[in-house]
């Protein structure tokens, strides 16, 4: 069985710049880097050498940068982008791919909201399949 350990890496100030997770020779839990000023930079999860999970990325500031899934070392899932002056762009990406949700993509689009806490319903008429979505409604 291979034996796990952690590296640490510091910078010359003191403060802790990266530590990785390792099974073996391979990384294996959530390998995680810090600005020089202590602040997160960028935490990723990582199974047997291989992205898969989320990976989160950081401004020097400590606000969030990005956050994307990763399934088998492959981009797939949601990606939330903010740009520096808080502007939140969310895109999904199926495979390394980003997906424009439009009528052939109704089911995932549906599931998609629906893990967002949206109210999904679809109204059949005509043969076609409109998708209308609505936050939930919290008492």
């Known amino acids: 069985m291979p034996e796990y350990s952690v590296e640490r890496e510091y910078y010359e100030n003191g403060i802790l710049k990266s530590e990785m997770p390792l099974l073996g020779d391979k990384v294996h839990g959530t390998h995680k880097i810090w600005w020089k000023n202590g602040k997160p930079k960028l935490f990723a999860e990582v199974v047997e050498g291989r992205l898969n999970g989320q990976i989160t990325e950081w401004y020097r ?75 939930e409604l919290s008492l």
Do not use: C, W
């Open 61 to 135: 500031n400590g606000k969030m940068r990005r956050r994307t899934d990763y399934v088998d070392h492959v981009e797939h899932g949601v990606q939330i982008n903010v740009d520096k002056m808080g502007k939140i762009e969310k895109r999904y990406l199926d495979k390394g791919r980003f997906i424009n949700f439009d009528e052939q993509h109704l089911d995932m689009m549906a599931d998609f909201l629906r893990d967002r806490n949206y109210i999904v319903e679809k109204a059949l008429s005509s043969g076609k399949k409109p998708l209308f979505a609505h936050p």
